[in-house]
């Protein structure tokens, strides 16, 4: 059974080395692979232990596939033409039916809970964040995998993936996750109206610090155009990057950084909030920024012309820019420098990605026959030509082919075929993060077209530029070679607590911004976080992280 605490654990993995070390239980093995494999040695040809389903499984199967559910209007993520055509394309082929299981983007951790208390969670278990993989490894819910089998069932997936899944993904000496590829590239930025900028005698190019920044925001407002957007924190704390010292301090990032522990007690956070508090209390951003849980909020806000920066994933078939012209036919876009929220002499940090996408685990009460329908749902998807529909679409309804072979988008397309609004990736990002194609240089002019509407390539090569140019910048999340049992502990806890705290840190007086600071600071730290810090810090203190 699922258990009702959560395990503590944490990642812990050294780099170069293939062992990611965390607690582990049994939960019964009733579903173990049929074939196993030595615990370092790599898959080799061994096809007669594994049941032939190339014609189909004998006896109907069902794979429930998790899909992010991101309130995407006009959108049903689990009935459209594309899940159709995977039912056709696949799911009849090898007789499973192909069901998807919705999980809220902004909640999934409370929805896979939920549908694992309930017995009802999908095939798959999901996250973006190794630390949370690790939770619902903790808890029993994932099998133990075959390399064997998979290297069988899904031979191409596995060329592309292994030594990702090699490297990366035991736990205890068992085998646990695998992975979607992650291609070196990112998408997500942030909206400006460029009108508004010029408006107030400015050029987005003097966005040169968060100082220049926050003397543009006090010009929107007395110019009575709008304030920028801003939106809850929550689940993803990267937010204080921009506040810390350059070059970084190894101890203080192995101390603080963690992308599912809000770190409200560091410097760089004290100098964030600050700054939140002093934009809140002058009306330089969103006022009920709190009531923007999620980006559909956030993004109704800019649409209307009340906010004049969004953040988002930048994607062809993104419906913000209509939207907002639609409401304000004057309106122009451009790309937030990053410079713009770092504060004079800093450098503009960011959390580094790890090579791959999702973390994947098979669900414990999986079958069999379904761990294996995984498999061979993988290898379909990892065909160039079905990976390529799914990114696409129709050729000559959603795209054309230009002279380098990519896939033009057409505008404003809204046929029965029509994709998603990130371009459908919540489906296809079981594989990798990205559209790829064979080489690099039509990749790249491929993430021009993907990640912006006709006529707003120039906004998807800023995107493209300010990532190269600002690699050096960027860290990842250390690791840690001992278990950090203090993390899973007080997580959930702490999440909660953190919105809670820095909502009242922020809509505080300035005047009383270091009193309410500092007793939310003894309050966190009184709840769980002062004891994840010790347990750090005897690891860093033992040289057990990188």
């Known amino acids: 059974m699922v258990r009702k605490k959560m395990l503590s654990t944490v990642l812990a993995v050294i780099m170069g080395l293939s062992v990611l070390s965390a607690c582990t239980k049994d939960n019964g093995g009733n579903n173990k692979p049929s074939a196993t494999n030595g615990a370092s040695a790599a898959p080799t040809e061994n096809a007669s232990a594994y049941p032939d389903y190339s014609g189909g499984f004998p006896e109907r199967v069902t794979l429930e596939i998790p899909i992010y559910e991101r309130a995407f209007e006009g959108w049903n993520v689990t009935d459209n033409y594309y899940t159709r055509w995977v039912q056709k394309e696949f799911g009849d082929k090898y007789n499973i039916d192909v069901k998807y299981r919705p999980i809220t983007r902004s909640s999934e951790v409370t929805d896979y809970g939920q549908l694992l208390a309930s017995h009802k969670a999908p095939d798959i278990i999901f996250h973006y964040d190794m630390p949370q993989a690790l939770t619902y490894y903790g808890e029993d819910v994932m099998q133990e995998l075959d390399y064997k089998e998979i290297a069988n069932y899904a031979p191409s997936y596995w060329s592309n993936l292994s030594s990702t899944i090699e490297q990366y993904g035991s736990v205890d000496g068992k085998k646990v996750f695998f992975f979607a590829d992650r291609p070196v590239a990112d998408n997500q930025t942030t909206l400006i109206r460029k009108d508004w900028v010029e408006k107030v005698g400015m050029k987005v190019e003097d966005l040169t610090s968060l100082e220049k920044y926050n003397e543009m925001l006090a010009k929107w407002k007395e110019a009575g155009l709008g304030v920028a957007g801003e939106k809850l924190l929550l689940n993803n704390y990267t937010y204080s990057y921009a506040f810390r010292d350059w070059p970084i301090n190894e101890k203080e990032r192995a101390l603080y950084s963690d992308l599912s522990v809000a770190d409200l007690t560091s410097a760089a956070s004290e100098k964030y909030l600050r700054n939140l508090n002093y934009q809140f209390n002058n009306g330089l951003i969103d006022k009920e920024f709190y009531l923007r849980s999620d980006d559909e909020k956030a993004k109704a806000e800019f649409v209307a012309g009340k906010t004049g920066t969004f953040a988002l994933y930048l994607a062809s078939n993104s419906d913000v820019f209509a939207a907002t012209l639609a409401n304000n036919p004057d309106a122009h876009f451009d ?6 929220l770092v504060p004079q002499g800093n450098q503009p940090q960011g959390r580094a990605y790890w090579p791959f996408g999702f973390i994947m685990g098979i669900n414990y009460e999986s079958t069999p026959e379904e761990r294996t329908a995984v498999w061979m749902y993988l ?168």
Do not use: C, H
């Open 379 to 546: 290898e379909w998807l990892s065909q160039p030509e079905n990976l390529f529909f799914f990114q696409n679409g129709v050729e000559g309804q959603n795209y054309n082919l230009d002279a380098d072979g990519i896939a033009a988008k057409v505008p404003d397309f809204a046929g029965e075929s029509k994709l998603s609004n990130n371009n459908n990736k919540d489906y296809w990002a079981l594989v990798t993060e990205m559209a790829q194609y064979p080489d690099p240089a039509v990749t790249r002019k491929s993430y021009l077209q993907n990640w912006a509407p006709p006529g707003y390539e120039s906004l998807a090569e800023t995107v493209l530029k300010n990532y190269e140019s600002n690699t050096e910048y960027r860290t990842p999340d250390a690791l840690f070679s001992v278990v950090l049992g203090t993390v899973g502990e007080y997580k959930a806890d702490l999440n909660s607590m953190f919105q809670e705290l820095y909502v009242k840190i922020v809509t505080a007086s300035e005047a009383d911004f270091d009193s309410v600071y500092q007793a939310a600071k003894v309050t966190y730290l009184k709840s769980g976080y002062q004891e994840i810090l010790d347990e750090k810090q005897k690891a860093i203190d033992a040289g057990q992280y990188r």
């Open 335 to 340: 790309i937030l420098p990053p410079g713009a």
